[in-house]
């Protein structure tokens, strides 16, 4: 079975302060990991995703994260947080299994003058 | 523009009512997901369909189904044996053998 743990369910930041997510997932098999974004009464924008290949991945609005197997992690981060930025972000794990994905509880970012 | 449209953005169910939520889409993707969400607690997939007119139970599909006549249409129906719908509901669609799933906007369920 497949599960993800998102450390932290509230981060608040600086504007201009860097950026740090935590996700931590299990798996059985090699995994494909997401993070996805949402903003209030909204649906799930894709941020990033791992498939295969380079182990740094980056996405929309300058964020990236690192896939570290021997960690089983896979954070997200940003250099300088934006006001914009302030949304809840969640992390999903995928092992192929139908595309079925399994998501983290989610972690509200918010960014303080 | 190709998406995913759901409807109505909210809806109020009746104590022992079965209310259907929309869910539409024009990406030509093979598979289409019903997810809830609820405060703290992330997604939790209800059902899924990879093709049409077969679907699959998630890990929350009490109180719920589903149909998929067409290959752009997945409504989901709460019937009156879902005792706690409020929440809010997510479709998303995805490209058969492909991992990325795509969502819509979302439906709010509110009980009355």
């Known amino acids: 079975a497949q599960s993800v743990t998102q450390l932290g369910s509230h981060v608040s930041v600086s504007e201009g302060a860097l950026v740090l997510l935590r996700c931590n997932y299990s798996?059985?098999?090699?995994?494909?990991l997401f993070w996805y974004v949402q903003y209030p009464n909204q649906g799930l924008q894709l941020l990033l995703k791992y498939t295969t290949g380079a182990t740094l991945v980056k996405g929309i609005n300058g964020f990236e994260a690192e896939f570290k197997k021997s960690e089983t992690s896979f954070h997200l981060t940003k250099p300088s947080a934006h006001m914009s930025d302030a949304a809840e972000y969640f992390c999903?794990?995928?092992?192929?299994?139908?595309?079925?994905?399994?998501f983290g509880t989610g972690t509200r970012l918010q960014v303080t003058l | 523009d190709g998406g995913i449209t759901q409807s109505p953005k909210y809806l109020f169910r009746k104590e022992g009512q079965n209310v259907t939520l929309s869910c539409e889409q024009n990406?030509?993707?093979?598979?289409m997901y019903w997810y809830r969400q609820d405060p703290g607690q992330g997604l939790r997939l209800i059902y899924y369909?990879?093709?049409?007119?077969?679907?699959q139970k998630g890990d929350i599909a009490e109180g719920y189904s589903v149909s998929r006549e067409k290959k752009e249409s997945f409504p989901l129906t709460v019937t009156s044996a879902q005792k706690n719908p409020t929440a809010f509901y997510l479709c998303a669609s995805s490209i058969q053998g492909e991992e990325t799933q795509y969502f819509g906007p979302g439906t709010r369920l509110l009980v009355l």
């Open positions: 798996s059985s098999v090699p995994p494909y």
């Open positions: 999903a794990v995928n092992t192929g299994t139908a595309s079925k994905l399994t």
């Open positions: 369909s990879q093709i049409v007119n077969d679907f």
């Open positions: 990406l030509n993707h093979d598979a």
